[in-house]
């Protein structure tokens, strides 16, 4: 969730670098991922060893709307935890799969509205700075 600790990651040689907020449940007033991601994602990219680590990031991710958002603020990969098991506990894997469809058809409807043909189109250009 800082700078300096994914910095420190990267210098133990991480091929993988989670920004996570453990989904705002462990310390009250954590910021939001969304809200860190692009600091820590720059901060990571402006050294040699961080060109090429993956960044994941997870925590609030509830829609396919939520997934291009954590993309175009510079994550590679977007998790979603809590969704997951609520559908998991009750309908099993259909629930599941019927959770991921609704996610992918929301990332098709953003992707349409922001004209992004593959998903390496996403970046912060889409994205309304307020
Ligand atoms: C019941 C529960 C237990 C969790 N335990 C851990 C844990 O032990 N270590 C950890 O790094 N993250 C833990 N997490 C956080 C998840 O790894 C993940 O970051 C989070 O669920 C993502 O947010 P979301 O549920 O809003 O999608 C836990 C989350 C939940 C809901």
Redesign the pocket.
């Known amino acids: 969730m800082c700078e300096e600790d994914a910095l420190s990651a990267l210098e133990t040689g991480a091929d993988i670098i ?1 920004i ?7 310390l009250d007033s954590t910021p939001g991922v969304a809200d860190v991601l692009p600091n820590i994602v720059k901060a990571i990219r402006n050294t040699k060893k961080g060109k090429k680590v993956v960044i994941t990031a ?5 829609t396919g709307f939520d997934v291009v958002k954590m993309l175009a603020l510079g994550a590679d990969h977007v ?7 609520r559908e998991a506990v009750p309908h099993g894997a259909e629930g599941v799969r019927s959770l991921i469809d609704y996610m992918r058809s929301d990332i098709e409807k953003a992707m349409i509205m922001t004209s992004c043909n593959t998903l390496e189109d996403i970046n912060s250009d889409i994205l309304y700075d307020i």
């Open positions: 989670g996570s907020n453990h989904g705002g449940r462990v997870d925590g609030g991710v509830r998790l979603t935890g809590r969704p997951i098991v």
